[in-house]
């Protein structure tokens, strides 16, 4: 293993301000010097770090000094083949991923709980999905994995097969082993890409879920910054063996990403891989009693609950904390108690909340569960109700879109009272967000089921991601134009 104990890019960065330089590039701040004075305390020092491609800083889209060696270092500290630093988050990881494996009018098993940009990347690919059923546990009351009975029934039924996208874990932390899975795909001669956006951590191992790329996949995305102390948007793209080029990965990174890579975002990317290869067994275990002291303490909540999936198959990330009201309030009314004592979670839904522990020992757990504490002592006995059970509507069978990507400029968008749009074919995508897994694709059919449960979301606070129209109770679908 390569000396992980080095941190190349940070370390150039460092010393480059070190040397006292005189900006005569980009970008326009100059080191911080041209800066409002009501923000450069708190900007200040991370614009010390803030270059651009000048001599000894290397270049994002053609590494070869100290951002080389970063990339080295992670690839060497994950054991893929070649490691891509991201500053687009997981999405462009995504995006790429896909072009680079899917071909205009091929076939894509999609996992039907996928984050949006896993679908945004089949458009732009051209590529159809064909979309496989997933595991709802119906204790979290949400979809926890690929059902792997419609996956293995896909791989034999559907010709034109160009890849396999898994999204594992997902957003509760919730996973599968993806071993045998990998090996199965790849007895069809299919690369299997994985969206492990959440799971940068799982090379600690035990009791974290097994990572995707330790399991053999052959394109893996993270998000460094999910659990990791990257910058917002850094994240990872892996790639091992040679089913996928690298060489066309690096192509549509290349013309995804910004031709202006922040450096502080990079570097920070340098600092969380250095981070993660310096946790020893002794802190991991640490960690993970302290956690298991979170638990113990929210057992004396009686108001609340912490929620682990019903198959005890499955695997779940101890950074992920999913509660629920004892007293039927849903998760998004459980969020804005939060809010209000200064607790602010990473999601809601019709039944959860969702908080993301640090991976270290949490200094602020006694007053996290303090502010709980306060929060849900709060509920009056007029919020005393029996709990109603959402659960998500996707379709229970492989199913693929009703008009596909390719044919989709050959219709017009009209707007429709969401009450009037079943039978209908969406012609936008309908986003709770966070955490960005469509109830409707483009060119997907919208079912009563669906509607039923978008009403429900809106009436108990749900946050979407839809056009204005959608905000007046309309949505846009897809009529065919007229010859």
């Known amino acids: 293993m390569l000396d992980q104990k080095k941190t190349p890019l940070f370390s150039g960065l460092k010393s480059h301000w070190e040397a006292t330089p005189l900006s005569g590039h980009v970008p326009g701040h100059k080191f911080g010097t041209v800066f409002p004075e009501k923000a450069r305390v708190y900007f200040n020092d991370i614009l010390k770090l803030d270059v651009t491609e000048i001599t000894g800083m290397d270049d994002l889209h053609d590494p070869e000094g100290m951002i080389a060696e970063a990339q080295h270092l992670a690839s060497d500290l994950y054991g893929s083949e070649q490691t891509f630093f991201l500053v687009n988050g997981s999405t462009v990881g995504n995006l790429a991923m896909i072009l680079a494996t899917c071909r205009r009018g091929s076939k894509v098993l999609v996992q039907r709980n996928c984050h949006k940009s896993v679908l945004n990347g089949l458009e732009l690919a051209g590529a159809d999905p064909?979309?496989?059923?997933?595991?709802?546990?119906?204790?979290?009351?949400?979809?926890?994995?690929?059902?792997?009975?419609?996956?293995y029934k896909a791989l034999e039924t559907t010709e034109g097969v160009t890849a396999v996208v898994l999204t594992n874990p997902n957003y509760y932390g919730v996973a599968i082993d993806l071993e045998d899975v990998v090996k199965a795909i790849h007895s069809y001669n299919i690369p299997v890409l994985v969206d492990e956006a959440h799971g940068a951590h799982f090379l600690l191992g035990e009791p974290f879920p097994n990572s995707a790329l330790a399991s053999g996949a052959d394109v893996v995305v993270q998000s460094a910054h999910k659990t990791l102390p990257a910058m917002t948007m850094g994240s990872w793209l892996h790639v091992q063996g040679k089913m996928v080029v690298k060489e066309r990965i690096f192509h549509y990174l290349k013309m995804l990403q910004s031709?202006?890579?922040?450096?502080?975002?990079?570097?920070?990317?340098?600092?969380?891989?250095?981070?993660?290869?310096?946790?020893?067994p002794q802190v991991i275990e640490t960690i993970v009693e302290d956690i298991k002291g979170v638990h113990h303490a929210l057992k004396t909540v009686k108001e609340v609950e912490v929620v682990k999936p019903r198959d005890n198959r499955l695997l779940v990330d101890p950074l992920k904390l999913t509660l629920r009201s004892n007293n039927g309030l849903s998760g998004?009314?459980?969020?804005?108690?939060?809010?209000?004592?200064?607790?602010?979670?990473?999601?809601?839904?019709?039944?959860?909340?969702?908080?993301?522990?640090?991976?270290?020992?949490?200094?602020?757990?006694?007053?996290?569960?303090?502010?709980?504490?306060?929060?849900?002592?709060?509920?009056?006995?007029?919020?005393?109700?029996?709990?109603?059970?959402?659960?998500?509507?996707?379709?229970?069978?492989?199913?693929?879109?009703?008009?596909?990507?390719?044919?989709?400029?050959d219709y017009q968008r009209v707007k429709c009272l969401i009450e009037e749009a079943i039978g209908e074919v969406a012609a936008e995508a309908i986003v709770p967000y966070p955490p960005g897994i469509p109830l409707l694709f483009n060119g997907e059919k919208i079912t009563s089921s669906t509607v039923e449960y978008i009403k429900a979301l809106q009436q108990i606070g749900a946050r979407f991601q839809a056009s204005e129209a959608f905000k007046s109770n309309y949505i846009y679908i897809y009529k065919k134009i007229k010859e």
């Open 130 to 151: 064909v979309f496989l059923p997933c595991e709802v546990d119906d204790n979290m009351g949400v979809a926890v994995s690929v059902d792997l009975a419609y996956l």
């Open 259 to 280: 031709s202006s890579p922040s450096y502080p975002l990079m570097a920070s990317l340098d600092i969380a891989r250095y981070h993660l290869a310096s946790m020893s």
């Open 332 to 409: 998004f009314e459980l969020s804005t108690l939060l809010e209000k004592e200064g607790l602010f979670v990473e999601l809601a839904d019709p039944k959860n909340v969702l908080i993301i522990l640090p991976l270290a020992v949490n200094e602020k757990k006694h007053d996290m569960i303090e502010r709980i504490v306060r929060a849900v002592s709060k509920e009056t006995e007029g919020s005393l109700r029996k709990e109603q059970i959402i659960l998500p509507p996707f379709p229970a069978e492989i199913c693929e879109l009703s008009i596909p990507f390719s044919e989709q400029a």
